[in-house]
């Protein structure tokens, strides 16, 4: 069995940036192994192992693929098993720069593109499975809220466009939960204003679409003035 940290927490380091969470990703080992060396950790996942442990989460390495019922982001089949390896898992994650994991020595492992886009501020989609959990778009619009400077990637925003259609299998409950955390950001506006760039504002808040403002000087606004 092999821990590493993983995800923002490891983002945010490298940004020396204060993190509130940290997540660890098991590799290599079953729920019963991890429990045998972790007593009192609490499962909290549905549909796969995740662990609450001296309140720290515990999420074993795990493929995702979206099955014969197109369900929005409920619709996955979730492989876990022991041979699930660290660079698979970080290939299921939403964005480049939320690739990175670090060991137990201090090595990184990440996406090859990861410390170019987190050098030049780019929240890219890590890849094209991007397009099978709708609520990533909502995601996209929340990291952009969470880290000023930062923009997204034309291809990410075209991406996004194309997923429009999708938005509507995901529930309220998903939307206000992303809407609720991006209200905790410095920069809320921009939820706004990236969901209304790549054209996915309309269907969940159809008021502020009619009324949105794109400023001249919004990171993502370069040649988007022409496109809706």
Same mark, same amino acid.
């Given at each position: 069995?092999?821990?590493?940290?993983?995800?923002?927490?490891?983002?945010?380091?490298?940004?020396?940036?204060?993190?509130?969470?940290?997540?660890?990703?098991?590799?290599?080992?079953?729920?019963?192994?991890?429990?045998?060396?972790?007593?009192?950790?609490?499962?909290?996942?549905?549909?796969?192992?995740?662990?609450?442990?001296?309140?720290?989460?515990?999420?074993?390495?795990?493929?995702?693929?979206?099955?014969?019922?197109?369900?929005?982001?409920?619709?996955?089949?979730?492989?876990?098993?022991?041979?699930?390896?660290?660079?698979?898992?970080?290939?299921?994650?939403?964005?480049?720069?939320?690739?990175?994991?670090?060991?137990?020595?201090?090595?990184?492992?990440?996406?090859?593109?990861?410390?170019?886009?987190?050098?030049?501020?780019?929240?890219?989609?890590?890849?094209?499975?991007?397009?099978?959990?709708?609520?990533?778009?909502?995601?996209?619009?929340?990291?952009?809220?969470?880290?000023?400077?930062?923009?997204?990637?034309?291809?990410?925003?075209?991406?996004?466009?194309?997923?429009?259609?999708? %938005?509507? @299998?995901? +529930?309220? !409950? $998903?939307? &206000?939960?992303? *809407?609720?955390?991006? %209200?905790? @950001?410095? +920069?809320? !506006? $921009?939820? &706004?204003?990236? *969901?209304?760039?790549?054209?996915?504002?309309?269907?969940?808040?159809?008021?502020?679409?009619?009324?949105?403002?794109?400023?001249?000087?919004?990171?993502?606004?370069?040649?988007?003035?022409?496109?809706?």
């Amino acid at each position: 069995m092999k821990i590493y940290k993983v995800g923002g927490c490891v983002r945010d380091e490298l940004l020396n940036k204060p993190s509130h969470d940290t997540d660890y990703v098991v590799v290599g080992a079953s729920p019963e192994e991890f429990l045998a060396e972790h007593p009192g950790a609490k499962c909290v996942g549905r549909g796969f192992p995740v662990y609450l442990y001296d309140g720290d989460e515990y999420a074993f390495a795990r493929k995702e693929r979206l099955g014969c019922r197109r369900e929005g982001h409920r619709g996955f089949e979730v492989d876990y098993c022991k041979s699930v390896t660290l660079l698979e898992d970080l290939e299921r994650r939403d964005l480049t720069i939320n690739t990175f994991a670090k060991g137990a020595d201090g090595t990184l492992y990440h996406d090859p593109r990861a410390p170019k886009d987190l050098e030049n501020k780019v929240l890219r989609h890590t890849s094209d499975a991007f397009r099978e959990d709708p609520l990533r778009v909502f995601r996209v619009a929340r990291f952009a809220c969470q880290l000023p400077g930062f923009s997204v990637a034309p291809e990410t925003y075209e991406l996004m466009g194309k997923m429009k259609v999708s %938005l509507e @299998t995901l +529930s309220g !409950e $998903r939307v &206000f939960k992303e *809407l609720q955390k991006t %209200l905790c @950001t410095v +920069s809320p !506006e $921009r939820f &706004f204003q990236v *969901l209304y760039i790549a054209d996915c504002l309309d269907y969940w808040f159809p008021e502020i679409a009619a009324c949105v403002d794109v400023p001249a000087g919004h990171p993502d606004k370069h040649g988007q003035e022409d496109v809706f």
